[in-house]
């Protein structure tokens, strides 16, 4: 049963303290991977396609590796330490919660600019000119991705392979946030950043689906979310995220996708979802959806457990 305690232990770490506030290992990861990219992000194309192999490797693999060595040195109950501790810097659902509701409350009081300006934080469009409804859509899309990214991935990664494939998860899903742009800068050097993301949030974001899709079983809509997470998330740019958007916004009875500006240049995406138009009660709708996938997977994880102890 030290699972589903370490994953609710790091859970209620992440709601009653928040992130770190200081030395958070993101933080730090960040700024070596920084320093690594202006190291290494030059030369030609094909320089920095293998270059940025070679960062991937150097950024993602060391610490997970260094962690099998404290498997083998440390005491049980030390490593449980550990391990809440990895389970509760790598979850961020308060901060989620945060940045989606600091977002909410000023679209609540008609105060567009502040809106636009928190929403720049966790989206990578522009927002300068972005109105009620483009706030609410970037936001809610924003959340249920992330809901994935951030939250579901590791508490489903733990179950399947413990810290060290989260670990894995979590500093490649921060490379990809990173480095996973289709621009001169980052198009070849991020690539495989961008790759491994997609694979490694493969089998978590199926789930994550799954979570938001059962969740609209007592409205009726658990066939038609599932339904549009397979055929929407064809034409979608994140195969990933084009199947937990579609599914939690078929659920939340709400219609995503559309016209967003990256960089100066306009791209349309595909349809998301179904239902009504996006307006801000979708915002806080969508975190209220992210928290009860995390309680659908922790209710599983424990009677899973639960079943496995008296079998």
Known sequence: MSIPFTLLLGLLLDHFLGEPARFHPLILFGKFANYIERKLNSGS???RFYNGIIAWGILVLP?????????IVLP??????????????????NSLNQHGMQIYRPLKANNIKQAR??????????TDSLDEVEISRATTESMLENGH??????????VIGGAPLVIIHRLSNTLDAM???RNSQFNYFGKCSARMDDVLGFISGKITCLLYSLIGLFKGRLKCALYNAFWQSRNYKSHNGGWVMASGATVLNVCLGGKSVYFGASVESPKL????KV?????KASLFLVKKAVLLWLSIVFVWFSIGTTV
């Open 76 to 93: 049980y109950h030390l490593l449980l330490l550990v391990n809440i501790y990895i389970v509760y810097w790598a979850v961020a659902l």
């Open 45 to 47: 194309n094909k320089r």
């Open 149 to 158: 990214d951030g939250v579901t991935a590791t508490l489903i990664y733990f």
């Open 117 to 126: 300006y928190f929403c720049s934080y966790i989206v990578s469009r522009d």
């Open 273 to 276: 979802g179904q239902g009504e």
């Open 279 to 283: 307006n801000s009660k979708h915002i």
């Open 63 to 71: 610490i997970p590796l260094g962690y099998l060595l404290l498997v």
């Open 179 to 181: 480095w996973g742009y």
